[in-house]
């Protein structure tokens, strides 16, 4: 990995604010948002968060500077989980909160968001990507989240020194009782803005509509609730993103519902077909296949169709299709058709009804 000052672009005298505002620069770059597919942006990010990490601390900067990178005591910086870092810096103690320095966890991420998502039957069960829109709190770009015309005129509250909260001391019938609390002067964020900017009032963030591709992984259902880390609200003053949660919704199907992981339709046989047998085509949500119908086939019979239902969310295997007979009786015969089935009647012995319309008599007799 390149010197921690470096990849920092400060000297190796640089006073810890020039490393803060050094460290915020170069995060904005970098930030996810800003590069949803770049590795080598993720990967210098990990390293930027890694100096800043070091290099922010007195001691590990102490360190450094005589050994280097080797870790105190054996302790490796753990750089494994992009997560764990992005919630460190863009969380609740995010360094973009201001200037302040040393204080204690009072910066607060923005809010957590959930946006429902329609999703069609036929892309829940194969898997799809769906564009979500969302109107949120947005990094305010004319002052980079900092909430000042000029970073120069951002300066530590004298009521708090930085900290952002301050001690109450009140008396009660058991004594004096102390109690912490937001620092009213700040609000808690540590930082006195002598010129708010005029975009978002010295708030750091404006609302906005915003745009995400959501993969929607195949073998989702309805109430499934996919995380977006980092894609919520924008906190105050850079003080971190919420997380965006994606509730999926999936519409109905024409003709198949789902049953745990098999999709069933009925299949309509005509009773020709039934009764003989033969072949029929139908259609999968992916393909056609051909099923074979024995004769004597009746109503409610199952036909499977192997591997061709919902696929399971871990992966290792998917259902199947399930299609229910349904025996489709005529609803109107020619002539020809009703002498055919009353003659295979009464080859059987079934009474039937000897009703017949006055045109088809009429027709016999002149026959």
């Not at 296949?289 to 061709?308: H, K, L, N, V």
């Amino acid at each position: 990995m390149s010197d921690f000052y470096d990849l920092l672009e400060v000297g190796r005298t640089a006073s810890p604010d020039e490393i803060k505002r050094a460290f915020r620069k170069l995060a904005r770059e970098l930030h996810p948002d800003r590069n949803p597919d770049d590795p080598a942006a993720e990967a210098r990010f990990k390293d930027v968060a890694k100096a800043y990490e070091t290099l922010s601390d007195p001691e590990r900067r102490a360190h450094y500077d005589r050994y280097g990178d080797a870790p105190p005591g054996g302790a490796p910086f753990d750089t494994s989980s992009f997560g764990d870092i992005f919630d460190a810096f863009f969380g609740g103690q995010s360094p973009f909160a201001g200037f302040g320095g040393g204080r204690a966890e009072h910066s607060q991420r923005g809010d957590d968001l959930e946006v429902v998502v329609d999703v069609s039957f036929e892309d829940a069960v194969l898997g799809s990507q769906q564009t979500v829109d969302v109107r949120t709190h947005l990094t305010c770009e004319p002052c980079e989240a900092t909430g000042a015309t000029d970073v120069s005129q951002v300066v530590t509250c004298d009521t708090c020194g930085g900290v952002g909260q301050v001690q109450q001391v009140r008396r009660s019938i058991l004594g004096q009782m102390v109690s912490t609390v937001v620092c009213p002067a700040c609000r808690g964020l540590g930082d006195i803005i002598e010129s708010p900017c005029s975009s978002c009032d010295g708030d750091g963030r404006v609302v906005g509509e915003t745009q995400y591709t959501v993969d929607i992984p195949a073998g989702v259902d309805t109430g499934a609730a996919l995380r977006l880390t980092g894609r919520g609200a924008a906190g105050a003053r850079g003080a971190g993103f919420g997380d965006l949660y994606v509730r999926v919704r999936v519409m109905a199907h024409a003709r198949f519902e789902r049953q745990g992981s098999d999709l069933v339709a009925e299949l309509a046989i005509p009773m020709t077909i039934a009764a003989l047998g033969g072949e029929m085509t139908v259609e999968t949500l992916e393909r056609e296949e051909t099923i074979t119908i024995p004769s004597g086939t009746q109503t409610g019979r199952q036909f499977r169709i192997a591997d061709q239902g919902v696929p399971s969310l871990q992966g290792n295997r998917r259902g199947d299709v399930r299609l229910v007979a349904i025996v489709v009786v005529p609803e109107s015969l020619t002539d020809d058709q009703e002498d055919l089935l009353r003659k295979f009647a009464a080859a059987r012995g079934d009474e039937v009804n000897e009703s017949r319309s006055l045109l088809g008599r009429i027709r016999s007799a002149l026959s």
